[in-house]
């Protein structure tokens, strides 16, 4: 018998009904904060990602499918959306158009990881890119966005971490402040943060390994933001507060990207564990500009679908598909009961 690939899932239609609830309150949400709709290929040339994400992540290194084309180009299946809609903003030229550019998606993504729970090989994202400001009070507006979806969708029990990486400089100095904090530990950190420590370090923060989670638990790492980059935290702190959107500062969310500057957040959910976010995002100030575009700052987040079904699964919060019974007495002509339905589809949906 022929299979589903591992990894991948049929979406059967009990479930397709709860898939298009998270869909449609997501759209909805979305166009009420003045985001519009942006569909991206699913295949573009792996250098993309490569370039934008960074070679040295798990994520490039691991879990990118990579497959050649006849004309021998090197073809991504995209693992994520933000290099996507950043390389279309470019191309579009989308800048010229409109001055802040919010764009929304929803879409399959691939990364060929060890599937489990929540995990897919191919899984689905819905997220935002704000793309041309860099003014704190976007950055508060995005995580204001990100908490009333899920608000909307009756998830209500999430926790919000939050931090900053600061600019180029600040990255750089934190990356030296950790290069020294850990060295003391190399030999129980497990084989891959050995190679992370020299290539990558931030990313022995992610790492899944509960020897190296227990390690870095322990850790206090230093502050090392910049005056500017500081108060544009500070201020980001200060809007949440005003909205009465609850918080944690963590230090050691770093998120595993190379294109992540300044704001970074997590949002976790207890269904899920602590491990897998259900939404992430951050600022990404430098991309634009590395990808060839003008030196334009951005934000965005990204929720993964499988995870808000899970969490609403979890909570008891089924969507159902409607259904109208017609009861017609045993002597009415089968065709008044087909009339009846005729003017019933009629009026409540547009397939008729
Ligand atoms: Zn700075
Ligand atoms: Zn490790």
Redesign the pocket.
């Known amino acids: 018998m022929l299979k589903a690939l591992r990894g991948t899932k049929d979406i059967l239609p009990e479930e397709v009904c709860l898939w298009q609830s998270i869909e449609t309150s997501a759209r909805n949400i979305f166009a009420i904060y003045g985001y519009k709709e942006i569909r991206t290929p699913i295949i573009e040339e792996a250098s993309l990602f490569i370039r934008s994400i960074g070679d040295a992540t798990d994520i490039v290194q691991k879990e990118m499918y990579v497959f050649y084309d006849r004309s021998r180009r090197a073809i991504a299946l995209r693992p994520e959306a933000t290099a996507s809609v950043v390389r279309a903003y470019i191309e579009d030229s989308l800048s010229h158009k409109e001055g802040l550019c919010k764009l929304y998606y929803i879409g399959p993504m691939f990364r060929s990881e060890r599937p489990q729970k929540g995990r897919q090989r191919q899984f689905h994202q819905l997220g935002v890119e704000a793309i041309g400001s860099g003014d704190s009070l976007l950055d508060v507006e995005v995580i204001l966005l990100a908490v009333s979806l899920l608000k909307a969708l009756g998830i209500n029990d999430f926790s919000l971490q939050i931090n900053s990486l ?2 180029e ?2 990255k750089l100095a934190m990356i030296e402040d950790y290069r020294k904090v850990l060295r003391p530990y190399l030999d129980s950190l497990c084989r891959e943060c050995n190679t992370r420590y020299n290539k990558n370090i931030l990313r022995v923060l992610d790492c899944k390994n509960p020897g190296c989670r227990e390690i870095v638990k322990g850790i206090k790492f230093k502050d090392s ?2 005056p ?2 500081s108060g544009h935290f500070e201020s980001v702190k200060k809007g949440l507060n005003q909205l009465g959107i609850a918080y944690t500062v963590d230090r050691k969310i770093v998120r595993g990207l190379d294109y992540y500057t300044k704001t970074v957040f997590e949002i976790t959910q207890k269904e899920l564990g602590a491990k897998d976010a259900i939404c992430a995002g951050g600022r990404y100030n430098n991309l634009v500009k590395d990808m060839g575009g003008k030196d334009t700052p951005a934000i965005g987040f990204a929720f993964g679908v499988e995870r808000l079904a899970l969490s609403l699964k979890g909570l008891g919060l089924e969507a159902f598909s409607q259904r109208i019974f017609i009861a017609t007495p045993e002597k009415l002509l089968r065709s008044e009961e087909r009339r009846v339905g005729k003017e019933c589809r009629s009026r409540w949906s547009p397939y008729h």
């Open positions: 600061g600019c400089k600040d933001l910049c500017a980059c």
